[in-house]
């Protein structure tokens, strides 16, 4: 299918999705008790690409999703934010965050000891087929994002054909945890029992943001959603034409920065537009979330979804079972850790699942599990993102050495 036709299909079966989803229907109200929205949003989108109905690596969609609808999101999402408000999320969304960047660098090497163990020829290799050197760009990606990945590529040199079966290995791993913390979001109050968990410092932080979006809800006019559209993506080209002289400069005069991966233009876009977005919540701009910016920001937030699961391929376990195999051990391992340790310092599920998406995902994925738990909340997501493009570089460098001492 064609990028028109395909957009059109993924706005209809959004459409099927929340519609049911807000069914007073006996059977709908029961289904969408078990299966949440957000994860069909996502899931249904990944058959079209696993069945071949649309070529997912030639579209343009998520490119262009992810670089402007998603920007645009964040500016809208943080209009009305409230920095008193999360502050009283307090020190356990930082100390989640800590344990999943801890558990992803750490759980590299494991991964790749325990399955020589039992399996070497799958973790071994010389020169740029070690595996090892591919792995390592994994680590990049999932402490940091995407620039960190291309930093260690450029690192460690794992070979082409390694390096394409990698992405895969990020792709189907990594979105299998993120449907997985998808369908969570929409338990998390059983979860958060099952924790031992207080949740009622977010559930705080919801509140009072939603009080004060409720003082000034109106029914918006014409000139009200353009005014929310020309806010979103005004600042969104604001950014990108930041990004566009910022990342470059960096690139050429400051070579220590770059280490920091602050020479990606990604990086600047989604910092540049949460920065925007919060510098209008000081104005009178922060009104607008009254004539519904944040929901507009939902709709484009739910076409982000659809578009990542556009991108999942649910077969394709079977072209790389190996490597595929050592990304769910590691994976494992990151889980396992942060059950483990949010349920010792009590921390609830929206922590453990912003914390482990703000570094698996980074900020494309982030915000929107996030959001999942209330539209309101997706500045959290983004801003833990943030931190992760700092370490990533760093963190996956030195899992990236582990990983080679822990290979046969």
Not at 186 to 206: N, P, Y
Not at 211 to 239: E, H
Not at 305 to 314: E, Q, Y
Request: hydrophobic content about 55%; overall charge neutral.
């Amino acid at each position: 299918m064609s990028d028109p036709i395909t957009l059109g299909a993924l706005f209809l079966i959004l459409a099927a999705v929340l519609t049911t989803a807000d069914s007073a229907r006996p059977f709908w109200q029961k289904f969408y008790h078990y299966v949440p929205a957000t994860l069909l949003c996502y899931f249904i989108p990944s058959l079209l690409n696993t069945f071949g109905l649309v070529d997912a690596d030639n579209t343009e969609l998520y490119p262009v999703v992810s670089r402007v609808l998603l920007p645009a999101s964040l500016v809208l999402f943080t209009l009305s934010v409230d920095f008193k408000a999360f502050r009283r999320l307090g020190r356990k969304s930082i100390l989640m965050f800590a344990a999943s960047a801890i558990s992803i660098m750490l759980g590299g090497p494991l991964a790749v000891w325990v399955i020589a163990q039992v399996a070497p020829e799958l973790v071994g290799g010389q020169g740029p087929e070690a595996v090892w050197r591919g792995l390592a760009t994994l680590a990049g990606t999932w402490i940091g994002g995407g620039a960190n990945q291309t930093a260690l590529k450029e690192v460690f040199q794992p070979s082409s054909n390694l390096f394409s079966a990698i992405v895969t290995v990020d792709v189907f791993v990594s979105n299998l945890w993120l449907g997985a913390l998808l369908y969570g979001a929409g338990h998390s109050a059983a979860i958060d029992r099952w924790l031992g968990a207080d949740a009622s410092a977010v559930e705080e932080v919801k509140q009072r943001i939603q009080n004060q979006v409720n003082a000034i809800r109106r029914i918006p006019s014409a000139t009200d959603l353009v005014l929310i559209l020309a806010v979103g993506f005004g600042a969104t080209a604001v950014a990108h034409a930041l990004a566009d002289q910022i990342a470059p400069y960096i690139d050429r005069n400051s070579p220590l920065l770059s280490q920091f991966s602050l020479n990606a233009p990604f990086f600047w876009i989604v910092g540049l537009a949460t920065a925007i977005g919060i510098g209008l919540s000081f104005t009178r701009a922060r009104n607008l979330e009254g004539a519904g910016a944040s929901k507009v920001a939902t709709v484009f937030l739910y076409l982000m979804i659809a578009t990542i699961g556009l991108k999942m391929n649910i077969l394709a376990i079977a072209d790389h079972p190996g490597l595929i195999l050592v990304g769910l051990v590691w994976m494992l391992f990151h889980v396992l850790l942060m059950i483990g340790f949010s349920r010792l310092i009590r921390a609830p599920y929206f922590f453990l699942a912003v914390g482990s998406q703000a570094c698996i995902g980074g900020p494309a994925t982030a915000p929107i599990i996030a959001a999942a738990f209330h539209p309101v909340l997706a500045p959290v997501g983004v801003l833990m993102a943030i931190l992760g493009y700092a370490v990533g570089t760093y963190m996956g460098y030195l899992c990236g050495i582990l990983m080679q001492l822990a290979s046969p």
